[in-house]
T-cell receptor
Framework: GEDVEQSLFLSVREGDSSVINCTYTDSSSTYLYWYKQEPGAGLQLLTY?????DMKQDQRLTVLLNKKDKHLSLRIADTQTGDSAIYFC??????????FGKGTRLHILP | ETGVTQSPTHLIKTRGQQVTLRCSSQSGHNTVSWYQQALGQGPQFIFQ???????GRGNFPPRFSGLQFPNYSSELNVNALELDDSALYLC????????????FGPGTRLTVL
């Protein structure tokens, strides 16, 4: 399809792991990104992965990439209240466009 | 190091008017990308400027135009405003003509009445 797909909402208990999934459109996309947006703020780049990798770990964040299925996931370990935000997946396509998903709103339960 | 700044913060216009939004890139960055983010949606890529030339464009009509200046700051111009142009307009700067390590500004909230 033409759209980057993400589920709209995710609720997780504080201290648990959060897993946010994304399906992207172009198997030849070079980079895949995860951005975080807090209320009233711009976007913050959390992490990105190059298409020749299948995993990247950065402190509490783990990105998994399945190129065959065009599936990307972001795992946040030990989720904290400060992780409450909207998370956007984005792909850097070969036609020089970057396409964002609609975002997943992560809600942290006490 | 100065981050990405945008002006104005908020703007209200009426249908048919024209608007200019401004973006100052992060120090040392020569590439600016513009995005439109409607309420509840992800950002949509409008275009990218690299060394004062347009370097990629999304699915936006020609009434969306831009400029990049020698100091790498940028403007987004929108003519003949429509109600659906109401959105948060984000700019992001980066090094070289890539989307890696993009730093976003806080955005300009445009309301078209």
């Amino acid at each position: 399809g033409e759209d980057v797909e993400q589920s709209l909402f995710l609720s997780v208990r504080e201290g648990d792991s959060s897993v946010i999934n994304c399906t992207y459109t172009d198997s030849s996309s070079t980079y895949l990104y995860w951005y975080k947006q807090e209320p009233g703020a711009g976007l913050q780049l959390l992490t990105y992965i190059f298409s020749n990798m299948d995993m990247k770990q950065d402190q509490r964040l783990t990105v998994l990439l399945n190129k065959k299925d065009k599936h990307l996931s972001l795992r946040i370990a030990d989720t904290q209240t400060g992780d409450s935000a909207i998370y956007f997946c984005a792909e850097d396509r070969r036609d020089d466009k970057i396409i964002f998903g609609k975002g997943t709103r992560l809600h942290i339960l006490p | 190091e100065t981050g990405v700044t945008q002006s104005p913060t908020h703007l209200i216009k009426t249908r048919g008017q024209q608007v200019t939004l401004r973006c100052s890139s992060q120090s040392g960055h020569n590439t600016v990308s513009w995005y439109q983010q409607a309420l509840g949606q992800g950002p949509q890529f409008i275009f990218q400027y690299y060394r004062e030339e347009e370097n990629g464009r999304g699915n936006f009509p020609p009434r969306f135009s831009g400029l990049q200046f020698p100091n790498y700051s940028s403007e987004l111009n929108v003519n003949a405003l429509e109600l659906d142009d109401s959105a948060l307009y984000l700019c992001a700067s980066s090094l070289a003509n890539t989307y890696n390590e993009q730093f976003f500004g806080p955005g300009t909230r445009l309301t078209v009445l």
